[in-house]
Each structure stands twice: as C-alpha cells, then as structure tokens.
C-alpha cells in the first residue's frame, strides 16, 4: 500500500502528456533503492529480514510497476516514442541498478 501511493503522487506531480514520465520516473529509482537496499550492508545488520523483505518486495515491489510500465509503452502513439521508453527503462534501470550497487559498495575497503 505504502509503495503504490506513492507511485500515486508522484504520478500527479510528474505530468507529461504524450510521454509516460511518471511510470519511468518510479521504476529507475525504484531499481535504484532496490539494489541499494539489497548491497549495503548496514540495511543487512540493522534490519530484520522481515523488515528487508517488506521494504524490498512490499513497498518497492507496489512502488515499480512492469505491468503499466507494458501498457503504456503498447498505448504510445510514435513507434520512435516508444522505443525511447523501452530502451530508456531498460537501459536506465540497469544503470540505475548498478548506481545503487555501487553507492552501497563505496566504502567497502579490499583486503
């Protein structure tokens, strides 16, 4: 519930006709948190797997969407404005992804 209302409010700030910005918006950070969650190891000592479980599969889980994510890129009326925003969100999350993973490794020391 906490993850899909915020999805919400951030889709009435993020308004752009023509363009699913707020659907883009919510799954890069959304891939971004996640990876950073699941790499840092302070989140890993300080919380409880259930609370790890409940902030990555319950409130990033209802915050990302794939499903709307899918429906709007089929209801796009440009076939070059819709592959903007498949190839924006797949290669973005992936980058956003490796950010997190790369935030929460910053003051890992090798040994």
Known sequence: MIGSTLRYFISL???SPGFPLSTLTVNLLGCFL???LLNVERSRKLLSPNLMTGLTT???????TYST????AANLNSS???FLYIVSSLVG?????YAGFKLANRRKVAT
């Open 93 to 97: 999350g992936l980058l956003c992804c």
């Open 69 to 72: 994510f899918v429906v709007e």
């Open 80 to 82: 070059t404005t819709t």
């Open 58 to 64: 319950g409130v990033l889980g209802s915050f990302t």
């Open 34 to 36: 996640l990876s950073f």
């Open 13 to 15: 700030i993020l308004i």
